[in-house]
């Protein structure tokens, strides 16, 4: 392994909108239990945006929209501010997120994928989203040119620089459009093969149609099955 400690040390950053709603306290019942394994879980609440954002002109119409670009910032803010020199692996996971499967079995996920993101130079890997031009599985991961969801994300400190540029100088997109675009083409971003998280049922945040996305995520063939345990 590539970690600086022979146990890595994790930090979960949980990005809450409303937290008080039903969803997001099913979704910290989920995560925050990942603490009682040694874990460090965060919360950011960051309200739904609906004030002024930036707009330039590689922004399509459609994504012209102040929650749009809230879900972006509060994932740049949860990278800039959170990912500490002694964080070894960083995950960021929205207000949604659920486990698939045990905490244990989570988190022994996490460490095993965190070692291939420093031997294979992944910079960024999205556990439990659709990934499509994926090209052969390495120990449980796909590499993918196109990522369908970020409400799992996991990054390792020795490719955060890396991360760190593509924050500070590409603008913004919707998360997802904007992972697929900085990372895609260069073999730079992986899913895992096998989901491990998924999004609880309800509308969305962004202002788009309830949970279409997720209903596909979940009926798709071979797609929500788990790996054995």
Known sequence: ??????VPNIKLVHLLSCPEDEREQASVASLKPLEELGVQYVQHVNFPH???FPVHDNLLEIHKKPRVFGCFAAHQKAFMEEFF???DLLLVCE????LLVSHKRF??????????MSSK?????SIGALGLGKVAPTEGLYLSQIVT?????LYCNTEKEIMREMFDTVPWKPFDIWLTEVLG????IAVSEKRLTTQLPGPSLLGNDSESVIYKMKTTSGIGSLPPE
């Open 50 to 52: 609906e004030g002024e």
């Open 85 to 87: 020199d002694d964080v």
């Open 107 to 116: 988190l022994s996920a996490v460490v095993r994928f965190g070692a291939l």
């Open 185 to 188: 083409d260069k073999n730079q």
């Open 1 to 6: 392994m590539y970690f600086k400690r022979k």
């Open 121 to 125: 130079e992944i910079v960024a890997i």
């Open 95 to 98: 207000c949604d997120c659920t």
């Open 149 to 153: 969801g970020t409400q799992c994300m």
